[in-house]
């Protein structure tokens, strides 16, 4: 199960195309690179960071410290600065100096600046010393300028007096102040006054002592060594007074320093700079995050480089493999797994197994096929031996059988075991051809199979039974390693003798035939041709081996070149021959078969000729059935004519009559005359016996033409005919008076229909129109009573009649009509509704009307 | 209209009529032609005197289905037939059906002539009679019952005195009733009586013989 879908992921996984599979597993493997490495170098990292941030801090704090001693530094600077102005030595040297000296105890408190101070000196950026104070050299306050009145007692600073020029940062009342002592020096004594500056170190201080920065993620406070309060801070918002030291720990890195040049010994204030971790974090994530963007395009190079060196190798090694599979399977015939699209280095493992086991396979099929082939080869050669149609005897050197196959022993009639190890001469050969076949092997065993000698020598040869048959002797020699043998080969001629004497005969076939029987060759000459050929030689006036005239010539080749048989009809004097032209292309003749025909024509002739004379018979008939329609049409113009002229001579005689009405009833008598005349012409072209011959005439004129003929008929009858005409013509090639006795049949059988059915539903009609470009149609409807099925079975038979005075011939003489014509007559009839003939007639659309 | 006698001429074909209209018109006579049988039906009212010249075979209405029209509604025109050569059964048929005469196409005129005059003197004398009868009927009208029978036995061949007493009269007054039936029907004699009673298809109602 497990191995069944491994190999079916296998063969998924062979279907992806390589460059896709380089590509997932650069991915991977950038993947891999990426989870290993990720969190082992983002603590690194870390660790990396933390050290050189303490580093950094150390740096900072030094930094800030540095800064703000140079800052007390500076204030130093101004003290002594004031110490040695010329203000303060003037008012040294004046008497209001040496006044207060003397006499007051108390110091002077002033307001205003002093005269001994520089109005706008004693400040440092923005900080201005709380007090200036002025003390004499027995370091008594004499005069004190202040801005505000101080708040602590004075003479306790004298303590932190050490009669030096110096700045020292001193805690009074848990408030840090910075006292700048400068001694001022007047005349010869060097320390004629002190002057002291008293400024607080508050948060401003702070602030303005690290002013040359803009660092304000650095912050810096003093801290009460021993309590760890916070006594001041750069920036008042973000740390508080009074707080604990250890709360910022939290949000904040600290480094606690002592300024002792700064500082009495008993003083106990510690410089702290505050670093925010904040700050500290963010830098350490953009660090880390551009550290991982990098690592990421590192990974990208990576995967891109990784899976185009792993598609390139991959491609090539798939390429080579489907170039020597196809080779495998196009050289050897061996499958070998290649799929069409995807890589084949997945299938290199089945890939090598399938070949070596084709290989296998190819080899044992290869061995197999020998050893068929091998097989079948004896079995053949056997089958070969034994079927021949000759007899085949080995013969050893003695003229002993050694062999025979299975045709000598069925026609000498004994059994295999009977001839093995006899003397073929003994057992088969006629007595008196011995010696000749003895001869022949001798001679057979230094001549070549091909001589003569050795072939096709006639012998009689004898059978078990006494029979003698003519055989056909052959011998070869074979010489074998140690001894020569012979191969007899006698083959049974008697057959083909007999062959021979029927050819012969058959040839009289054609020879004997009392029809013409030749054949032509493709040069139109005559090659052979039988006795009775003579009349037709004779027509053509040619002899055997002379050229057909033109016409015949062109008339064989054109069969030959179509290879199809064709019939034509030649016509001598006295004979009428059929000619079938056959061609035999193989042979590229074409041999003639007449055929006299003279009596078939002569009674086709005559056939025709009683046809034509039943037709008229047959027309007279119907003449005479239409006589009393004609006579009574005839009546009418001539009663009218009698009527006329007794008119005129009663009128002549009584002297009554106008001449102009006599000419106007002499007209009448002319018009009617004429009118009788025109039936009388009618009556002539039925009637007249026109010879048979075809024309061509339009259809619809034939149906005016028959339609006027029964015209009387119908009136009598009170017949209603209709004609439905195609506004096309219908050209037709027929014998007129044949076709139109035809339709006259027709029509006359319809009205006759009609008499039994009341005179106001005797309609008839005929109707023209073509069936297809090959065909037109007449149809003759008639409402009459129809005709049953069973008479309609017998309508065209001779002599089937069902009126008292039929023949029973109009119908079958007009299917007779319409066969020669190559057209049908059929009836469609529902007995009780009337019945349609219909007449079909072949029309080419294409012949032109003679006259139109 | 005039009510000159006139021969009316039915026949299909046109030169047929006007021949014959030329040919009957010199000898004088009113001649009207009709194209079909029908067209003369529509045309002809009773009363006119004249005979009828009718081809039997015509389309539409035939010439024997206008006699037999003819005799349904009882106009007693006079008819002549013409048939054709050949048409004799028809002829009889026309024959059988009360046709005057009938002849054969071509004609001979003397003979169309005369069939023609012929026909034309049954139609004056049916008429002739057809008037009489009346003229009897209107004098019969004046008769009371009581004359009426005795004018009826008269007629049959009674004696007065018969008629007297199977009517239970005396004979005088068969006498007066009999003079006063021969005035009112202004007949000369016996005979005259007879004759117009036979006119007027008058039957006696015979009574029992005693």
Known sequence: ????????????????????????????????????????????????????????????????????????????????????????????????????????????????????????????????????????????????????????????????????????????????????????????????????????????????????????????????????????????????????????????????????????????????????????????????????????????????????????????????????????????????????????????????????????????????????????????????????????????????????????????????????????????????????????????????????????????????????????????????????????????????????????????????????????????????????????????????????????????ASSLREGTTKEYEVNLDSQIFSLQLAPILELEYVNIYGRDITRIRMAEMQSRQHQSELVHVCRLSTMGEMSTGLAHELNQPLSAIVNFASGCVRRMQSGKGGEPEIIDAIAQITAQAERAGEIIKRLRTLVGKRPQEHEVVNLNHLVLEVASFIEFEANRQNVEVTLELSEGVLPVEVDLVQIEQVMLNLVRNAIDAMKQVDQNQRRLVLKTGRMSSREVQVLVQDSGSGIPEQTQKHLFDAFFSTKKSGMGMGLPISQKIMQDHKGVIEVESEYGHGATFRLVLPSDPTIELPGF | MSNRPTVFVVDDDQAMRNSLKWLIESVSMQVETFESANAFIQSYYPGRSGCLLLDVRMPGMSGLELQEYLQVNQIAIPVIIITGHGDVPMAVRAMKAGAVDFIEKPFNDELLLESIRHAMAVDAKQRDMQSQRAEIATRLARLTPREHEVMLMVTNGKANKEIATSLGVSSKTVEAHRARVMEKMEADSLAELVRMAINANLTLVETPEE
């Open chain 1, 1 to 556: 199960m497990s191995a069944l879908s491994s190999s079916k992921w296998q063969a998924k996984l062979a279907a992806v195309p390589l460059p896709a599979l380089s590509l997932l597993v650069g991915i991977l493997c950038g993947f891999l690179m990426w989870l290993v490495l990720e969190p082992i170098q983002d603590r690194r990292l870390a660790n990396l960071f933390h050290d050189e941030l303490v580093r950094r801090l150390d740096v900072r704090a030094v930094e800030t410290r540095q800064r703000f001693e140079h800052f007390l530094q500076e204030w130093r600077q101004v003290g002594s600065g004031l110490s040695n102005h010329w203000r303060i030595k003037n008012y040294l040297g004046s008497t209001a100096w040496h006044q207060s000296k003397n006499s007051a105890t108390q110091a002077i408190l002033h307001q205003q600046t002093p005269e001994w101070l520089d109005p706008g000196y004693p400040k440092l950026n923005s900080i201005e010393p709380k007090h200036v104070v002025l003390l004499d050299n027995r370091a008594t306050p004499r005069e004190i300028y202040q801005k505000q009145p101080l708040s602590f007692d004075l003479d306790q600073l004298f303590e932190f007096y050490s009669g030096r020029n110096e700045a020292l940062v001193t805690l009074i009342d848990q408030v840090p102040y910075l006292l700048v002592w400068s001694n001022v020096s007047y005349l010869e004594d060097d320390l004629a006054a002190v002057l002291l500056l008293i400024v607080p170190v508050d948060d401003q201080f702070l602030l303005e002592s690290q002013s040359m920065t803009n660092d304000s993620d650095t912050l810096i406070a003093l801290v009460d060594a021993n309590t760890l309060k916070l006594l001041s801070s750069s920036n008042r918002e973000m740390i508080a007074r009074d707080s604990h030291l250890n709360d910022w720990h939290e949000n904040y890195l600290l480094t606690s320093q002592a300024i002792t040049r700064f500082q009495s010994m008993e003083q106990s204030l510690l410089f702290t700079t505050l670093v925010s971790r904040d700050a500290v974090e963010k830098t350490i994530l953009n660090i880390t995050k551009l550290a991982q963007q990098d690592r990421f395009l590192a990974t990208l190079v990576y995967i891109i480089v990784f899976s185009v060196i792993f598609y390139l190798i991959s491609a090539k090694i798939s390429h080579v493999l489907v170039r020597i599979s196809r080779f495998g399977q196009q050289a050897l015939g061996i499958e070998q797994p290649v799929t069409k699209k995807g890589n084949q280095l997945l299938l290199l493992e089945d890939w090598v197994k399938a070949f070596f086991r084709q290989l296998i396979s190819a080899r044992d099929t290869l061995r197999n096929r020998q050893e068929e082939r091998l097989r079948e080869t004896e079995v053949l050669k056997s089958a070969l031996f034994d079927n021949s149609m000759v007899s085949i005897v080995t013969l050893n050197q003695e003229g002993i059988i050694v062999e025979v196959n299975g045709t000598a022993f069925k026609t000498f009639g004994y059994s295999r075991n009977q001839l093995i190890g006899r003397h073929l001469e003994e057992m088969a050969i006629h007595p008196n051809d011995r010696e000749r076949f003895r001869a022949m092997l001798t001679a057979c065993i230094s001549m070549p199979a091909s001589n003569s000698k050795c072939r096709g020598q006639a012998m009689q040869a004898v059978t078990v039974n006494g029979e003698e048959k003519s055989v056909e002797c052959s011998v070869i020699s074979i010489h074998l390693h140690q001894q020569t043998v012979f191969n007899v080969y006698l083959r049974d001629i008697s057959g083909q003798k007999q062959a021979q004497r029927e050819i012969t005969s058959l040839a009289k076939l054609a020879s004997e035939n009392p029809s013409p029987v030749l054949r032509i060759n493709k040069r139109g000459v005559i090659v052979y041709a039988n006795a009775a050929s003579e009349p037709l030689m004779g027509y053509w006036d040619c002899e055997r081996g002379q050229t057909l005239p033109l016409y015949w010539k062109n008339l064989v």
